[in-house]
């Protein structure tokens, strides 16, 4: 499975971002796909995650009532709606798939990763 995330960049607080990921390769048919992110010297954090269905999904604190995310399975694509960006938001954004996911918020629970997404919020 490769995933490849786009949609990152450079954006002034209060702005906003749309990351996208799309898997290639091998499908599931009940995995969860997630975001994480990690800044410079800190560990990769969760940020959220969504199962196969679309109509579970998992926030980390820091982001709920800010980001988004969803999924289209006929694009086997997930997305990461990001609004009301902070500074401490930035960070390298990755995607991942959950292959039989048991604990979606966690990183050790994830199959497959993404390359990465760098997003940077200005002050």
């Known amino acids: 499975v490769q995933l490849v995330e786009s949609g990152g960049g450079l954006v002034q607080a209060g702005g906003s971002l749309r990351l996208s990921c799309t898997a290639s390769?091998?499908?599931?048919?009940?995995?969860?796909m997630g975001w994480f992110r990690q800044a410079p010297g800190k560990e990769r954090e969760f940020v959220a995650a969504?199962?196969?269905?679309?109509?579970?999904?998992y926030y980390a604190d820091s982001v709920k009532g800010r980001f988004t995310i969803s999924r289209d399975n006929a694009k086997y694509t997930v997305y990461l709606q990001m609004n009301s960006l902070k500074p401490e938001d930035t960070a390298v954004y990755y995607c991942?798939?959950?292959?039989?996911?048991?604990?979606?918020?966690?990183?050790?629970?994830?199959?497959?990763w993404g390359q990465g997404t760098q997003v940077t919020v200005s002050s």
């Open positions: 969504v199962k196969w269905n679309g109509g579970t999904t």
């Open positions: 390769g091998r499908t599931f048919s009940s995995d969860a």
């Open positions: 991942a798939v959950d292959v039989y996911p048991r604990t979606p918020t966690t990183t050790s629970s994830y199959d497959f």
